[in-house]
């Protein structure tokens, strides 16, 4: 081959090379890739609200559970029985208030109906005083007058003695309706007794509505914690990490298993400081996971955080003291997925992922 044949296939190379590199360049310069990825997603922790004995496990791990099934079982009889005493101890006191409510009632009514009719008695009382006191004035008016008509010798002792025993009689009498009237008051005030009655079962009556309303709290906090004997799952997940046998003893929020859904399922991908700055929120992504070789998911930037994975750590890095060694730093950035068929993809936490952001200049 000659010399120029040589020289002219370098030069196409070179220019070949070139073109190929500034294509690279132009498709490459908007994008900004990681492959310290891994899949996210929530894990719920569920941990029992009451202690007991578990009675039932209706699940292992690996199994896949619907939101609402009922997973473990903590024996119910305990708690069944406070519910009922706390029942027992709301009904007798409801018993004691009604039975209290009707016995003011009863004396309420009596004390009314007599309180009327002394009333009533009282009015006619004072009316027929009144005649009374209308006849006892006559009378001493007619007794001065024959005392008179006797000193002067024109009545006889028999005629002033016959007045005398009329004045004395229409004394007596309106005495006597005053003594009547005063009775018939004694007897209304005597009836205060009454008031007195109703006032003290009232009192005993809002203590014990007192007692009804903290047994109604008992009840509620009962139920509520004999409807916590059962660990219900919830959400649609996978259990992981049980640890717990039918006739062991669980204590309130002791860790009984755990539950992850395979949706809604996120990135977390971890990029270098040197390449935070472009990335922004909203950027579309694509991301490519090793257990799924040639499928593509699409997603967007969702969140950044606040700072780099360092910093967050069970021992965070102190640089003020001993030798210091510069290593680059990586910001965590979750990248939210589109839809995609999570049944046929599903994504299970901890995958690895490579992760490329389009980012906008």
């Given at each position: 081959?000659?010399?120029?044949?040589?020289k002219?296939i370098?030069?196409?190379?070179?220019?070949?090379?070139?073109?190929?590199?500034?294509?690279?360049?132009?498709?490459?310069?908007?994008?900004?890739?990681?492959?310290?990825?891994?899949?996210?997603?929530?894990?719920?922790?569920?941990?029992?609200?009451?202690g007991?004995?578990?009675?039932?496990?209706?699940?292992?791990?690996?199994?896949?559970?619907?939101?609402?099934?009922?997973?473990?079982?903590?024996?119910?009889?305990?708690?069944e029985?406070?519910?009922?005493?706390?029942?027992?101890?709301?009904?007798?006191?409801?018993?004691?208030?009604?039975?209290?409510?009707?016995?003011?009632?009863?004396?309420?009514?009596?004390?009314?109906?007599?309180?009327?009719?002394?009333?009533?008695?009282?009015?006619?009382?004072?009316?027929?005083?009144?005649?009374?006191?209308?006849?006892?004035?006559?009378?001493?008016?007619?007794?001065?007058?024959?005392?008179?008509?006797?000193?002067?010798?024109?009545?006889?002792?028999?005629?002033?003695?016959?007045?005398?025993?009329?004045?004395?009689?229409?004394?007596?009498?309106?005495?006597?309706?005053?003594?009547?009237?005063?009775?018939?008051?004694?007897?209304?005030?005597?009836?205060?007794?009454?008031?007195?009655?109703?006032?003290?079962?009232?009192?005993?009556?809002?203590?014990?509505?007192?007692?009804?309303?903290?047994?109604?709290?008992?009840?509620?906090?009962?139920?509520?914690?004999?409807?916590?004997?059962?660990?219900?799952?919830?959400?649609?997940?996978?259990?992981?990490q049980?640890?717990?046998?039918?006739?062991?003893?669980?204590?309130?929020?002791?860790?009984?298993?755990?539950?992850?859904?395979?949706?809604?399922?996120?990135?977390?991908?971890?990029?270098?400081?040197?390449?935070?700055?472009?990335?922004?929120?909203?950027?579309?992504?694509?991301?490519?996971?090793?257990?799924?070789?040639?499928?593509?998911?699409?997603?967007?930037?969702?969140?950044?955080?606040?700072?780099?994975?360092?910093?967050?750590?069970?021992?965070?890095?102190?640089?003020?003291?001993?030798?210091?060694?510069?290593?680059?730093?990586?910001?965590?950035?979750r990248?939210?997925?589109?839809?995609?068929?999570?049944?046929?993809?599903?994504?299970?936490?901890?995958?690895?992922?490579e992760?490329?952001?389009?980012?906008?200049?």
């Amino acid at each position: 081959m000659s010399n120029s044949k040589k020289k002219l296939i370098l030069i196409a190379s070179v220019v070949v090379i070139t073109i190929a590199c500034i294509i690279y360049w132009i498709y490459t310069r908007n994008l900004v890739t990681t492959d310290d990825a891994q899949v996210d997603s929530h894990i719920y922790y569920l941990s029992p609200k009451v202690g007991g004995l578990i009675k039932y496990v209706y699940v292992d791990n690996f199994f896949h559970v619907k939101k609402g099934e009922l997973l473990v079982k903590i024996d119910p009889v305990d708690y069944e029985n406070q519910l009922k005493s706390l029942m027992h101890q709301y009904n007798a006191t409801l018993d004691t208030i009604n039975s209290l409510k009707q016995e003011s009632l009863s004396i309420q009514k009596s004390s009314t109906g007599q309180i009327g009719s002394l009333e009533e008695n009282i009015k006619a009382s004072l009316a027929q005083l009144e005649s009374y006191k209308v006849n006892l004035h006559k009378a001493r008016l007619d007794l001065k007058r024959y005392e008179n008509l006797y000193n002067q010798k024109v009545v006889s002792a028999n005629e002033l003695e016959i007045e005398n025993q009329k004045y004395h009689a229409a004394l007596s009498a309106y005495e006597a309706q005053q003594r009547n009237i005063q009775s018939l008051q004694s007897q209304i005030s005597g009836l205060s007794s009454y008031t007195y009655q109703v006032a003290k079962i009232n009192e005993q009556i809002k203590s014990y509505e007192n007692q009804l309303k903290s047994l109604k709290n008992q009840i509620n906090i009962a139920q509520n914690n004999l409807k916590h004997t059962n660990i219900i799952a919830p959400v649609d997940g996978i259990v992981t990490q049980k640890n717990i046998e039918v006739g062991q003893y669980v204590q309130p929020g002791q860790t009984l298993l755990m539950v992850v859904p395979l949706k809604p399922a996120w990135i977390n991908a971890n990029f270098k400081e040197t390449q935070i700055h472009r990335i922004k929120i909203g950027d579309k992504a694509t991301v490519t996971i090793d257990a799924y070789p040639g499928v593509e998911f699409k997603g967007y930037v969702k969140d950044i955080d606040a700072g780099t994975g360092d910093r967050f750590s069970l021992l965070p890095p102190q640089n003020a003291s001993g030798n210091y060694i510069k290593i680059v730093q990586r910001v965590p950035v979750r990248i939210e997925l589109y839809p995609y068929d999570y049944k046929k993809y599903p994504l299970r936490v901890g995958l690895n992922c490579e992760v490329t952001v389009h980012v906008k200049h």
